[in-house]
């Protein structure tokens, strides 16, 4: 199986990353054009209830069977890879089962006590078998990544979104007439589908791939994996108390958003259209950094835990501030971009640019998430997992504090909902910077901070000059994909004059190095 370096392997992830991304937008226009800020309402509302669920379903194996096999894998251990696939499946079958089941009872009770919507039990109902499919893949994804091969998962991830496209836009019209609910739920199957495909391609590529045959003896591994299960809780119990906080955060959130904005005296409809402009067209364009950073995360935890595992501590720290370095810079072109020309990308995507004043405020704010994701991760692979877990139980608690004291003023309302997304946002990523500074030393240096005002500064003078070059950019598509185009070019030359990407890097990519 084919191995590939840090920067290979992020490379593979991004690329594939960019193309679902770009493919998952295509994906929300249409279920936003067809469905409006009320479907996409109840659409995006569904969504935390089985996040929540994912998250109790895998109990944060993912990034310990990446950390495992990556150790295993360094000592050429491949029996203690198959324990560890092994343990995985059968807590997570196990799990899938419960959870299923559960989701089903429980659905009902949420749709029409806690979302205060009962039209959302529909899409809640549809999605419940994502999470047998989510179980089982999210344990090769984790025995790939550990491999540090990011290929097949990659490959999943684009079979998934040209599934769920070709499915999405079929489903929801011949659903829409029974009523905007089940349109939602017609969104939710097709992403079933694009799942179920994703998943079987990636069984293939494990079956084709693999060294080792999980049939053979695996009740004898189960009763000698105790040591297996107890390294793999280690970290699973940990980054599941991550991860739950995150998904128990965005299950309370419309929750608390819905009783809150009811409070401040807004209708439930009106909340609900509000809160479908905030998470379904201000939020996809604030996370599309993400695809890089969380592309970045990913391949650093096997990374930084093989060489944890050697005891290079000089590699360790250099890998973290490469991927600050390049999170910033993958995240500041969107900032200065959704800050300037909020309104034309809204309008030009959704046919409305009501949610401006949401990217105005949140943009800037946001960049501090793009470089949170590797910070996770290193504090992951440095098993320091329980660091983490509390750093998103305090930066959790306090953003949800702030969002029912604003959301309840009729002053704030929904926008007391954004602000209260921005001081988790930003206490969170500080605290995962102060602990790395505590636990391993840490260091920033002052230059590099130097460099990221410079880049932030040149780049907004750049695109405010621009906006006088192209006249009429708000209304013709064509020039205002010049004037980005325009931003995006002198943006990469700056990125090389500030030396945010170096000559070194770009030579670890084949193409770009066989040219050099």
Same mark, same amino acid.
């Given at each position: 199986?084919?191995?590939?370096?840090?920067?290979?392997?992020?490379?593979?992830?991004?690329?594939?990353?960019?193309?679902?991304?770009?493919?998952?937008?295509?994906?929300?226009?249409?279920?936003?054009?067809?469905?409006?800020?009320?479907?996409?309402?109840?659409?995006?509302?569904?969504?935390?209830?089985?996040?929540?669920?994912?998250?109790?379903?895998?109990?944060?194996?993912?990034?310990?069977?990446?950390?495992?096999?990556?150790?295993?894998?360094?000592?050429?251990?491949?029996?203690?890879?198959?324990?560890?696939?092994?343990?995985?499946?059968?807590?997570?079958?196990?799990?899938?089962?419960?959870?299923?089941?559960?989701?089903?009872?429980?659905?009902?009770?949420?749709?029409?006590?806690?979302?205060?919507?009962?039209?959302?039990?529909?899409?809640?109902?549809?999605?419940?078998?994502?999470?047998?499919?989510?179980?089982?893949?999210?344990?090769?994804?984790?025995?790939?990544?550990?491999?540090?091969?990011?290929?097949?998962?990659?490959?999943?991830?684009?079979?998934?979104?040209?599934?769920?496209?070709?499915?999405?836009?079929?489903?929801?019209?011949?659903?829409?007439?029974?009523?905007?609910?089940?349109?939602?739920?017609?969104?939710?199957?097709?992403?079933?589908?694009?799942?179920?495909?994703? @998943?079987? *391609? %990636?069984?293939?590529?494990?079956?084709?791939?693999?060294? +080792?045959? !999980?049939?053979?003896?695996? #009740?004898?591994? =189960?009763?000698?994996?105790?040591?297996?299960?107890?390294?793999?809780?280690?970290?699973?119990?940990?980054?599941?108390?991550?991860?739950?906080?995150?998904?128990?955060?965005?299950?309370?959130?419309?929750?608390?958003?819905?009783?809150?904005?009811?409070?401040?005296?807004?209708?439930?409809?009106?909340?609900?259209?509000?809160?479908?402009?905030?998470?379904?067209?201000?939020?996809?364009?604030?996370?599309?950094?993400?695809?890089?950073?969380?592309?970045?995360?990913?391949?650093?935890?096997?990374?930084?835990?093989?060489?944890?595992?050697?005891?290079?501590?000089?590699?360790?720290?250099?890998?973290?501030?490469?991927?600050?370095?390049?999170?910033?810079?993958?995240?500041?072109?969107?900032?200065?971009?959704?800050?300037?020309?909020?309104?034309?990308? @809204?309008? *030009? %995507?959704?046919?409305?640019?009501?949610?401006?004043?949401? +990217?105005? !405020?949140?943009?800037?704010? #946001?960049?501090? =998430?793009?470089?949170?994701?590797?910070?996770?991760?290193?504090?992951?692979?440095?098993?320091?997992?329980?660091?983490?877990?509390?750093?998103?139980?305090?930066?959790?608690?306090?953003?949800?504090?702030?969002?029912?004291?604003?959301?309840?003023?009729?002053?704030?309302?929904?926008?007391?909902?954004?602000?209260?997304?921005?001081?988790?946002?930003?206490?969170?990523?500080?605290?995962?910077?102060?602990?790395?500074?505590?636990?391993?030393?840490?260091?920033?240096?002052?230059?590099?901070?130097?460099?990221?005002?410079?880049?932030?500064?040149?780049?907004?003078?750049?695109?405010?000059?621009?906006?006088?070059?192209?006249?009429?950019?708000?209304?013709?598509?064509?020039?205002?994909?010049?004037?980005?185009?325009?931003?995006?070019?002198?943006?990469?030359?700056?990125?090389?004059?500030?030396?945010?990407?170096?000559?070194?890097? +770009?030579?670890?990519?084949?193409?770009?190095?066989?040219? =050099?």
């Amino acid at each position: 199986m084919a191995k590939q370096t840090f920067l290979q392997g992020a490379l593979i992830l991004i690329v594939a990353s960019m193309v679902t991304r770009f493919l998952g937008f295509v994906n929300r226009i249409i279920v936003a054009r067809l469905m409006g800020e009320e479907g996409v309402g109840l659409y995006m509302m569904a969504l935390p209830t089985l996040f929540l669920v994912y998250t109790l379903t895998q109990i944060g194996l993912p990034i310990a069977i990446s950390k495992r096999v990556a150790e295993a894998e360094a000592h050429g251990d491949l029996r203690k890879i198959k324990r560890i696939l092994i343990i995985s499946l059968a807590i997570t079958g196990t799990l899938s089962v419960v959870f299923t089941i559960g989701m089903i009872l429980v659905a009902p009770i949420v749709a029409q006590h806690f979302l205060t919507d009962e039209r959302v039990l529909y899409p809640l109902l549809a999605i419940t078998p994502m999470v047998p499919i989510s179980a089982i893949s999210s344990v090769l994804r984790g025995y790939f990544q550990g491999r540090q091969n990011m290929k097949p998962q990659s490959y999943a991830q684009v079979i998934e979104q040209v599934v769920r496209i070709s499915c999405v836009a079929f489903l929801v019209k011949l659903l829409l007439p029974y009523g905007v609910e089940f349109a939602a739920a017609g969104a939710m199957i097709s992403v079933i589908i694009g799942e179920l495909c994703s @998943l079987l *391609f %990636m069984l293939h590529m494990f079956k084709i791939k693999k060294r +080792l045959k !999980l049939r053979s003896k695996v #009740f004898q591994y =189960l009763q000698n994996s105790k040591n297996t299960f107890r390294e793999l809780m280690q970290i699973a119990l940990p980054g599941t108390g991550s991860k739950l906080v995150g998904s128990f955060s965005n299950f309370l959130e419309p929750i608390l958003v819905s009783q809150s904005l009811a409070i401040a005296g807004v209708q439930t409809a009106v909340a609900t259209k509000q809160y479908g402009e905030l998470t379904g067209f201000a939020f996809p364009l604030l996370f599309l950094p993400t695809f890089i950073t969380h592309s970045l995360a990913v391949a650093l935890v096997p990374n930084i835990s093989e060489a944890d595992a050697k005891n290079n501590k000089k590699l360790i720290h250099y890998r973290i501030h490469q991927a600050i370095r390049i999170s910033f810079a993958s995240g500041a072109i969107a900032t200065i971009a959704l800050t300037l020309f909020s309104a034309p990308i @809204l309008s *030009f %995507m959704y046919g409305t640019s009501n949610a401006s004043r949401f +990217l105005v !405020l949140m943009a800037p704010f #946001f960049l501090l =998430l793009y470089v949170q994701y590797p910070l996770n991760a290193t504090l992951q692979a440095l098993n320091y997992a329980k660091v983490a877990m509390w750093n998103s139980i305090i930066s959790t608690g306090v953003k949800f504090i702030v969002l029912i004291v604003l959301a309840t003023n009729e002053n704030f309302g929904i926008m007391g909902v954004a602000i209260a997304m921005v001081v988790g946002v930003v206490l969170g990523t500080l605290l995962h910077l102060g602990a790395l500074i505590k636990v391993i030393s840490l260091k920033l240096p002052w230059l590099d901070f130097v460099k990221m005002g410079l880049l932030l500064v040149s780049t907004f003078w750049v695109g405010n000059y621009l906006k006088g070059i192209f006249p009429g950019y708000e209304t013709s598509l064509p020039l205002f994909i010049s004037l980005l185009t325009c931003l995006v070019l002198i943006y990469v030359v700056l990125l090389f004059v500030f030396r945010f990407i170096t000559k070194e890097e +770009l030579q670890q990519v084949p193409f770009i190095n066989r040219i =050099l």
